[in-house]
């Protein structure tokens, strides 16, 4: 249909075509311009990585250092500790992510009143609609020092009170903890749609065949959403190099005594690029992170593809 | 047999359910009962969802420093209103020309866009192109521009409600009539596809109200604290907090009397979130939508 339309203007001549075609054009103009603005021309920023930038000369001014800011990075400790934690902490996520967003899922669908379903599916969505900022004041509201509630308690059973924002070894539970409050909303309610999609008529043929609760669930329900899951764990395979910087910069205050546990590329990048403005490290980090993650995302696209061509990106 | 067992599911649904929400909640609650306890008592016994002494004495507070704070509460409304209507404007123009199969060199335009979703520059080129280049820096367009104000997702999402649920015919009887495309785009395509555009507002809406990076790369404490927002204010008292903690022997450029007490912290990040908080219940099946939305693409 498309085609045929096509050759039918043509043949009416490019003349028409073309003044036809420039509205258009002239539509597409903002969103080409800030799509080159925002995303493009940082493409070309990469450069910065190779060179030894002196701001006020730009980056054509500057003189090209080769790989010497990744020799840097790379020679730290930091740079293995970053990595280490934006990959294990993806890891976790994922996995614990999936599981409880899946239970949630086919428990949520169990709840026979429709108003009862309504509600809890809203409440357990909020933490997703609250920003991260807001999110670690209600942290603090339970962790702080002085006035957190968690210390208070503590204190009201005689036990020692805990400096949870000088204590590293508790942060990889607490920030999986936060991750998974907030998280947990948004990915139950896309394993519901997934459910909600799947014909009553199965549930009903394993009824009369007398088949309990947790049969049904287990050979109905989770072979049936087996794409779905499948298909976004693969996508949160491919951004296992991306973290939220939110998480991890809000949530533990970026306290210096936490790092080791809590930094990732994305915080390490914010904190050498702003407060130490050190554009060599966090340049190589940041463009380090973003070609890993260009060849994973690659991988996990053509993984998908190749399982269920529809679920792919593209 | 059977009526017990759904019973018993019924139980155990409900009552997993019943966990989960409270958890959610129970957060935001002890933010709520710790802005009305009384500040004296929080320092000495610390926060309680039954505090011994409540008190109005923070929002007094923020009532007092109202110059502050409503200042920061009409920025993040400009910003949220005026990005959102940019974003829906420029993406609803780019995603039409795109969804026009005829247009030379859409298909291109097409694959750059789908591109960005895969592979980026990433932060530190972001932040020398837009502070370098266009100098957005100290400037209510940092709020506006970097990241937030058109993606890709979003793009496909409105090409596919253009091709798919508006129908071509109509598209077609009007061109037959001599309209051209920009008024076929306002009066016919724009109009039917108020479903979709409703949906990617609110979400962009709540990206804007909720964004606090831009501020934190773009804008400075000294010269670009008139633009803070609401999220901003909340970071800098966080900031704040930390630099005294950090330099707690010398105390130099915060002092502590800037930064307002424990409880009045806590009554601020309230009136942050309030609004959310209010309009969710009234929107909260178009959230849904808009999640659902965006994770089942078609």
Known sequence: MAKKTKTGVKKRGEKIYWKQMIPLYLLMLPGLTYMICNNYLPMFGISIAFKKLDVRKGIWGSPWCGFENFKFLFKTSTAFDIIRNTVLYNVVFIILGTVLAIAA???????????????????????????????????YAFFAADTGLINSVLKGLGLNTIQWYQEKRYWPFILTFVHLWKGIGYSMIIYLSSIVGISQDYYEAARIDGATKWQQIKNITLPLIKPTVITMFILSIGRIFASDFGLFYQVPKNSGALYSVTQTIDVYVYNALMQNSDYGMSSAASVFQSIVGFILVMTANKIVSKYSRENALF | MKGKETIRWQIYANAAMTVLTLL???????????????????????????????????????????????????????????????????????????????????????????????????????????????????????????????????????????????????????????????????????????PILATIGLMTGLMYWNDWTNGLYYLNQRDGSKYYTIQLILNQMNENISYLSKNASQMAGVSVGSLPATTVRMAIAVVGVLPVLVIYPFLQKYFVKGITLGAVKE
């Open chain 2, 24 to 194: 959610a909640l129970i957060p935001f609650i002890l933010l709520i009962i710790a802005s009305f306890t009384d500040n004296q008592w929080a320092t000495v016994n610390g926060f309680s969802f039954f505090p011994g002494k409540w008190s109005m004495e923070a929002y007094k507070y923020i009532a007092a420093s109202w110059s502050t704070i409503g200042k920061s509460y009409l920025m993040t409304i400009i910003v949220t209103a005026a990005g959102t209507a940019l974003s829906l404007v420029v993406t609803a123009a780019f995603a039409y020309s795109l969804s026009d199969t005829r247009l030379p060199g859409g298909r291109f335009v097409n694959f750059l866009c789908v591109f960005t979703m895969l592979f980026g520059g990433g932060i530190v080129a972001s932040y020398y192109t837009w502070s370098q280049i266009f100098h957005i820096r100290n400037t209510i367009f940092a709020l506006i521009f970097p990241g937030l104000l058109m993606n890709a997702f979003n793009v496909i999402l409105v090409k596919n409600y253009f091709t798919f649920s508006v129908p071509a015919s109509l598209k077609e009887a009007a061109r037959i009539d001599g309209a051209g495309e920009l008024k076929i785009f306002a009066s016919i395509v724009l109009p039917l596809s108020v």
């Open chain 1, 105 to 139: 899922a086919i428990l949520l669908n169990e709840v026979r009143s429709k108003v009862a379903s309504r509600i809890y599916q809203s409440l357990i969505l909020l933490p997703y609609l609250i920003s991260w900022v807001v999110v670690s004041y209600l942290v």
